[in-house]
T-cell receptor
Framework: DAGVIQSPRHEVTEMGQEVTLRCKPISGHNSLFWYRQTMMRGLELLIYFNNNVPIDDSGMPEDRFSAKMPNASFSTLKIQPSEPRDSAVYFC???????????FGPGTRLTVT | DQQVKQNSPSLSVQEGRISILNCDYTNSMFDYFLWYKKYPAEGPTFLISISSIKDKNEDGRFTVFLNKSAKHLSLHIVPSQPGDSAVYFCAASTRGGSEKLVFGKGMKLTVNP
């Protein structure tokens, strides 16, 4: 079975540009999570969806960040405009039951110059 | 304020010996705990979990111990193998509440042949 799929795997962009990260969760999973990993803050939850509805976006750093889940098999995380401090690895994860194990994608390494 | 803490950033052990990874938490509402393993350039993968109604859970070479009164859990790997070399994350959630996982910052385990 395919796991969580993320694209692109690497993204290098200039400050001020729009960045869109994509995620396809595991089929049948009804919860989707976006995380950001940095050396300073570790792995932090940005937002999560349940049945395509955003449940908690308290981790989204600021208005430059937005996330959507138009259907059960696709989600995007958009940063507009991007800044160098957004450089990090962004992970998407999905799960099938409340409070249970989450399955992570391989991550997108974002570098903003 | 970090709710899940992994105070030791790294651990090095000899192959065949026991590895003990520690984790402390501050939120008494946490009732479900997980350990994830992460290899470079990959997403975290679920390893083992424990509910707060238990104090021990075992899966092959991996055992997780939970001490609720001390708000402390540990992961024991025995015998350790070179393939266990990775970064290990402790995570916690309130299973009866939201699906959010709160992660520690991780600990790098190196198992030397």
């Amino acid at each position: 079975d395919a796991g969580v799929i993320q694209s692109p795997r690497h993204e290098v962009t200039e400050m001020g540009q729009e960045v869109t990260l994509r995620c396809k969760p595991i089929s049948g999973h009804n919860s989707l999570f976006w995380y950001r990993q940095t050396m300073m803050r570790g792995l932090e939850l940005l937002i999560y969806f349940n049945n395509n509805v955003p449940i908690d976006d308290s981790g989204m750093p600021e208005d430059r960040f937005s996330a959507k889940m138009p259907n059960a098999s696709f989600s995007t995380l958009k940063i507009q405009p991007s800044e160098p401090r957004d450089s990090a690895v962004y992970f998407c994860a999905s799960s099938s039951r409340t409070g249970n194990e989450q399955y992570f994608g391989p991550g997108t390494r974002l570098t903003v110059t | 304020d970090q709710q899940v803490k992994q105070n030791s950033p790294s651990l090095s052990v000899q192959e065949g010996r026991i590895s003990i990874l520690n984790c402390d938490y501050t939120n008494s509402m946490f009732d479900y705990f997980l350990w994830y393993k992460k290899y470079p350039a990959e997403g975290p993968t679920f390893l083992i979990s424990i509910s707060s109604i238990k104090d021990k859970n075992e899966d092959g070479r991996f055992t997780v111990f939970l001490n609720k009164s001390a708000k402390h859990l540990s992961l024991h790997i025995v015998p350790s193998q070179p393939g266990d070399s990775a970064v290990y994350f402790c995570a916690a959630s309130t299973r009866g509440g939201s699906e959010k996982l709160v992660f520690g910052k991780g600990m790098k385990l190196t198992v030397n042949p």
